[in-house]
């Protein structure tokens, strides 16, 4: 059974700081990874993905990959109230949309 | 280029009855993803189409049917409705394991 474990939270952090969100996963035939977000009432959006080991930048997002600990993380730089809202992180191992596992997110809050 | 649509938005059902719920993926994506979202399950998967057959399948129940059409739209039908159903519903179109989700389909069963 391939699993992707995320604390559920909520995580607060105050405006401005950094939020370092994490999320590790079972199977190790997983070959990429992504994040999403998801405001309460709304449908997740894709905000990042990585494939290879290390760190992979955009804006103020920044995904890590550390396939030997079977660990991602994703940064989020001078945290702003509209990044408040779950993160989900999903591991997927190929084939047809069954090789995509989510976790079941983390709730971010950032503190005016 | 425009996103996934779902259609309805929103839908209320009683118990017994059936639903149908629509999906168009993004222009070029051939395959479409169903989900269900409650907040004790997180996103579960129910089944994947690829040009018109269905490629992939989770682990609900057979009341849960889907079809794909030529133009890549889907739908998802859901029989004799129980209250347990009560979820978002969502779509997404996908492209090398990068799912993009639609809107979703609130569906409550009362």
């Known amino acids: 059974q391939k699993e992707v474990e995320q604390n559920s939270g909520p995580l607060s952090v105050p405006e401005g700081a950094i939020a370092s969100l994490n999320c590790t996963y079972s199977?190790?035939?997983?070959?990429?990874f992504f994040w999403y977000r998801q405001y309460s009432g709304k449908s997740p959006e894709l905000i990042m993905f990585i494939y290879s080991n290390g760190d992979k930048e955009d804006g103020r997002f920044t995904a890590q990959l550390n396939k030997a600990s079977q660990y991602v993380s994703l940064l989020i730089r001078d945290s702003q109230p509209s990044d408040s809202a779950t993160y989900l992180c999903?591991?997927?191992?190929?084939?047809?949309?069954?090789?995509?596992?989510f976790g079941k997110g983390t709730h971010l809050i950032i503190q005016p | 280029k425009a996103g996934v649509t779902q259609t309805p938005r929103y839908l209320i059902k009683t118990r017994g009855q059936q639903v149908t719920l629509s999906c168009s993926p993004i222009s070029g994506h051939r395959s479409v993803s169903w989900y269900q979202q409650t907040p004790g399950q997180g996103l579960q998967f129910l089944f994947e189409y690829f040009s018109e057959t269905q490629r992939n399948k989770g682990n609900f129940p057979g009341r849960f049917s889907g079809r794909q059409f030529s133009n890549s739209r889907s739908e998802m039908n859901v029989s004799t409705l129980e209250l347990g159903d009560s979820a978002l519903y969502l779509c997404a179109s996908s492209f090398r394991g990068e799912q993009y989700f639609g809107p979703g389909t609130r569906l409550t069963v009362t």
């Open positions: 999903a591991a997927y191992s190929g084939g047809g949309a069954d090789g995509l596992t």
């Open positions: 199977d190790r035939g997983s070959q990429s």
